[in-house]
C-alpha cells in the first residue's frame, strides 16, 4: 500500500432512492473509502429525517461517496449508479415515493458534469430503458449528513423487514453483476 498522504481522494453524491440501498451499495466497493448517508438539494439547513420525508424542504436522499480514482474511476462509480436503480420514475423508486427519493447526480466539477450528460444522452439514445432517463443532473452545494442511525443502516438492521425484502435482493444481485469490483470480504 501507497503513502496515503500522496492519495488524492474525490467525491460524488448520488441520490438513487432510499439512501440505505445506495450506501450499502458503493460500500462495498474497492477504492471506496467512505460512504455517509444524507441529504442535498434542499432550500433549509440541517434538515432532519422528517423534514426530508415530508417532501417540502426539496432535499434528497443521497449518499456522499470519496474514492481514490486510481482504484476506481468517476466513470465506474457512474455505471453502478445507473445500474442499480430505475432513472426513469421521476421521484420514485419501487415503493419509496417523493421528491426525497429522486433520481440525481450532484455534480462536484466540469468533468463529472460533462460525463454525467453524457452517460444519461447515451442511455437515452440506445433506448437502454422503455422510458426516459429523468435523472437530475445539478451543480453540487451542500450536503448535509443523515442522523447517526442511518448511517450503515443495512449492516446494522439486516433483518428489519424492509433491508431484508427490500435491500438484500438488490445488493445480492448487484454483488453478482460487480464481483470484480468488490472489497474482498
Not at 441520490?15 to 444524507?38: A, N, P, Q, R
Not at 437530475?136 to 443523515?146: C, R, W
Request: charged fraction near 20%; glycine fraction near 8%; include cysteine.
Amino acid at each position: 500500500m501507497g503513502n496515503n498522504s500522496t492519495t488524492k481522494l474525490d467525491i460524488a453524491t448520488f441520490g438513487s432512492g432510499c439512501f440505505w440501498c445506495t450506501e450499502t451499495i458503493f460500500d462495498g466497493l474497492k477504492g471506496v473509502h467512505s460512504v455517509v448517508s444524507g441529504y442535498s438539494g434542499g432550500n433549509i439547513p440541517n434538515p432532519s429525517y422528517e423534514a426530508v420525508c415530508s417532501g417540502k424542504t426539496g432535499h434528497a436522499e443521497v449518499c456522499q461517496i470519496t474514492y481514490d480514482p486510481q482504484i476506481i474511476s468517476y466513470d465506474e462509480l457512474l455505471e453502478i449508479f445507473w445500474k442499480t436503480h430505475n432513472p426513469t420514475t421521476l421521484n420514485q423508486q419501487g415503493n419509496d415515493i417523493g421528491t426525497q427519493y429522486r433520481s440525481v447526480i450532484y455534480y462536484h466539477n466540469e468533468e463529472q458534469k460533462k460525463k454525467a450528460e453524457h452517460y444519461k444522452d447515451e442511455l437515452n439514445k440506445t433506448g437502454a430503458w422503455n422510458n426516459p432517463v429523468v435523472t437530475e443532473i445539478t451543480v453540487f452545494s451542500k450536503f448535509y449528513k443523515a442522523e447517526e442511525y442511518h448511517q450503515h443502516y443495512f449492516a446494522r438492521n439486516p433483518y428489519q423487514g424492509y433491508c431484508s425484502f427490500i435491500i438484500a435482493p438488490k445488493v445480492e444481485k448487484f454483488r453478482k453483476v460487480f464481483k470484480n469490483k468488490l472489497k474482498s470480504q
